[in-house]
């Protein structure tokens, strides 16, 4: 039995938050106390009044501490408090109750990219083992779709993220892949591991959502969650949902936030086959998920790094078969693909992708083999507890590696 653990772990998204950062550190931070360990989440909060709060969720302490907001609407104002982020939380730290803990374990979640002076400065009076949990490679693949260029923008990301990568143990990336693009940053006294994403299974409490009582009632769903941004590439999506509208039988239900939500809705105002809808709490997936039968996921076509969506996660979880709109030769498109599990489309060409579409809609066997075999794959790669003891075996190997 390994023994107890006071474990700092640092992430700008936690719930009351709904994204997939915040559902996958609840759900891990939970799974630790579980095993016997103490985390303390500590999360940046615009909050004014205090430097600092105190609460406990689920049996979780979670230490909010004072910052600039970092979800501004100007990305210059964004880039800057995400900047100063490090330096404010570690200010507010010392001002809490865990001014002079010594931790035993340091785990931090990317993105953002910005915690590494936090990180440096906590293991510097800690002596403690640090763990970075690397779900994006920025700014590479903002490079990919555009977003960026390869200038002095660019470099300074480059250096940012290059700190966080200096100060961690081990880096836990999502898929085999990644590891090629983190090698260089390979120690003796650096582990480079996959860390598959995860989700804990919870029980169908009943949804907001009755898509029974929408014009959407009778349909096979295809169902949409989650961010919906630049990264997601939506346009051969949604010219999809647009030129499938005579099929009533089938149904497209979108839910949740991003850039691209409000001109994605008000471009289907006046179409019946397709609902969109704010993000529900996490609570509420299981009983969305039970009333749909197809997950979509969408990538930016340029996105050349690998990456594993939470919501893909999530439907495999929860029995769903997947449609994803993605580059090729992702690792996303060889766990679809090895595993039997649902449909990939690599291409640019609306009708070829409802081919993909209709053979999802009208075979109710293979979607049901699909839900089957999605299920097995949940269980076995994306639980919540192989994630945390992944993390806390990993405390142990870096006491044991020389620095």
């Not at 075999?373 to 870096?398: N, Y």
Request: aromatic residues 8%.
């Amino acid at each position: 039995m390994t023994r107890p653990l006071l474990i700092a772990l640092i992430s700008t998204d936690y719930p009351p938050l709904r994204t997939s950062a915040a559902v996958q550190l609840h759900d891990l931070a939970r799974k630790l106390v579980l095993l016997g360990h103490d985390p303390i989440v500590i999360v940046p909060s615009p909050q004014k009044t205090a430097a600092w709060t105190l609460e406990r969720i689920d049996g979780v302490q979670v230490l909010r501490v004072h910052s600039r907001p970092t979800r501004a609407a100007s990305r210059v104002l964004r880039v800057i408090s995400e900047m100063l982020l490090p330096f404010s939380m570690y200010l507010n730290i010392r001002r809490s109750p865990f001014r002079s803990v010594r931790w035993d374990l340091i785990v931090w979640y990317s993105p953002p990219i910005f915690f590494g002076p936090l990180v440096a400065q906590l293991r510097r009076t800690s002596d403690a083992p640090t763990y970075l949990i690397l779900r994006d490679i920025f700014p590479e693949w903002a490079v990919d779709i555009g977003l960026m260029r390869r200038g002095p923008i660019y470099v300074l990301f480059k250096t940012v993220a290059a700190i966080q990568y200096f100060v961690a143990d081990t880096i836990g990336v999502q898929t085999e892949s990644n590891l090629a693009y983190v090698s260089r940053w390979a120690r003796p006294s650096r582990r480079l591991e996959v860390l598959h994403n995860w989700l804990t299974v919870e029980p169908n409490t009943g949804c907001s959502i009755e898509i029974e009582k929408t014009c959407l009632a009778g349909r096979k769903i295809f169902v949409y969650i989650g961010n919906m941004g630049v990264a997601q590439g939506l346009d051969l999506l949604m010219d999809l949902v647009e030129s499938i509208r005579d099929r009533k039988d089938i149904g497209f239900l979108f839910v949740g936030r991003g850039t691209e939500f409000p001109s994605c809705q008000a471009r289907f105002r006046e179409v019946d086959n397709v609902l969109f809808h704010p993000e529900i709490p996490a609570a509420e997936i299981p009983g969305l998920l039970a009333q749909c039968h197809v997950g979509l996921v969408a990538l930016h076509p340029d996105h050349r790094t690998h990456n594993i969506p939470g919501k893909f996660v999530s439907y495999v979880q929860y029995g769903l078969p997947v449609l994803a709109r993605i580059s090729e030769g992702t690792d996303l498109q060889g766990l679809i693909e090895d595993y039997g599990i649902g449909k990939v489309y690599v291409g640019s060409s609306v009708r070829d992708f409802q081919i993909l579409v209709g053979q999802l809609a009208d075979d109710e066997a293979l979607r049901h083999t699909m839900s089957v075999r999605a299920k097995k794959l949940g269980q076995s790669l994306f639980s919540s507890e192989a994630a945390a003891r992944q993390i806390i075996a990993s405390a142990g190997a870096s006491e044991q590696i020389p620095g």
